[in-house]
């Protein structure tokens, strides 16, 4: 017997807010990572951001959503915000010492 759609529908959507909690968790901790980077950074007189660091990571990233089975371009689009954010907060660190 199958499952009737409205419970297949509120299957899904539980497994979705589990899935977007584990995000909102893992994006925490990456910025408390990067937080100390950037206090870091802050500390020794180096520069916010890092292009070729960002490069690197972004072909990992590209080849990681290909064999993720995700659009290479939305990984691209997201750790270009993520990465965006990462400076801005290594920039108010480096102004507040």
Do not use: C
Not at 22 to 35: D, G, I, Q
Not at 39 to 45: C, M, Q
Not at 49 to 65: C, F, Y
């Amino acid at each position: 017997m199958t499952e009737d759609p409205t419970t297949t529908l509120r299957r899904l959507r539980s497994s979705i807010d589990n899935i977007d909690a584990s995000l909102v968790y893992l994006l925490a901790e990456r910025f408390k990572a990067t937080k100390q980077v950037g206090h870091l950074k802050a500390d020794h007189g180096m520069p916010a951001s890092d292009p070729a660091r960002e490069e690197q990571q972004l072909e990992r990233l590209r080849r990681l959503a290909i064999e993720a089975e995700l659009d290479p371009a939305f990984a691209e689009k997201w750790f270009n915000f993520v990465v965006a954010e990462v400076i801005r907060h290594h920039t108010e660190a480096a102004d507040g010492r």
